[in-house]
T-cell receptor, first 114, second 113 residues
Framework: DAGITQSPRHKVTETGTPVTLRCHQT?????MYWYRQDPGHGLRLIHY???????DKGEVSDGYSVSRSKTEDFLLTLESATSSQTSVYFC?????????????FGNGTRLTVT | QQQVKQSPQSLIVQKGGISIINCAYE??????FPWYQQFPGKGPALLIA?????SEKKEGRFTISFNKSAKQFSLHIMDSQPGDSATYFC????????????FGRGTSLIVHP
């Protein structure tokens, strides 16, 4: 596995509470991504980063924010968790945007919002 | 708008059979088509990929067939094994443009022994 660590691996939280998920990489890759995976919806991009302090929105960014203060860390924050944000969250990294540069995924964080 | 449509959603195959998963795309600017394989409790991992300048790519028991005019591509798993049981995602991306892959919704493959 590429050097990607997601924490926590599992979390249960209550509606309305803030939640932060962490992605840590040891590959020194420039590009980092947050996806959510839901049955019937596949993988949907939440936010991505193309460098330290450089981030942009994906297709399902509402209710989420991100920060990247160091190359190795990409944080995903749910400002006020809702039940619709119950999902499995995957962090991914890539070395470049050149064709053939694959995404390497972490093993996910399962988040349950009650 | 779903840019990459994947079917079937689930697939059950007997050991030794052929598994076929299909994808169709809308954006003719896409020029890279990877497939990812995901085992339970793990993140997806790149399995095989193709560019539209070839119609087929084979790696072991896995083959991608590509039809540029129909804007379709498919994954064939020959001699399917129980260890192939996983979720498979097709994806598409565009060099210099939408470089972040757009994923299909996934196919859950079960291979019975």
């Amino acid at each position: 596995d590429a050097g990607i660590t997601q924490s926590p691996r599992h979390k249960v939280t209550e509606t309305g509470t803030p939640v932060t998920l962490r992605c840590h990489q040891t590959e020194n890759h420039r590009y980092m991504y947050w996806y959510r995976q839901d049955p019937g919806h596949g993988l949907r991009l939440i936010h991505y980063s193309y460098g330290v302090k450089d981030t942009d929105k994906g297709e399902v960014s509402d209710g989420y924010s991100v920060s990247r203060s160091k190359t190795e860390d990409f944080l995903l924050t749910l400002e006020s968790a809702t039940s619709s944000q119950t999902s499995v969250y995957f962090c991914a990294i890539s070395e470049s945007t050149l064709i053939g540069s694959p995404l390497h995924f972490g093993n996910g964080t399962r988040l349950t919002v009650t | 708008q779903q840019q990459v449509k994947q079917s079937p959603q689930s697939l059950i195959v007997q050991k030794g059979g052929i598994s076929i998963i299909n994808c169709a795309y809308e954006n003719t600017a896409f020029d890279y088509f990877p497939w990812y394989q995901q085992f339970p409790g793990k993140g997806p991992a790149l399995l095989i990929a193709i560019r539209p300048d070839v119609s087929e790519k084979k790696e072991g028991r896995f083959t991608i067939s590509f039809n540029k005019s129909a804007k379709q591509f498919s994954l064939h798993i020959m001699d399917s094994q129980p260890g192939d049981s996983a979720t498979y995602f097709c994806a598409a991306s565009q060099t210099g443009g939408s470089y972040i892959p757009t994923f299909g919704r996934g196919t859950s493959l079960i291979v019975h022994p």
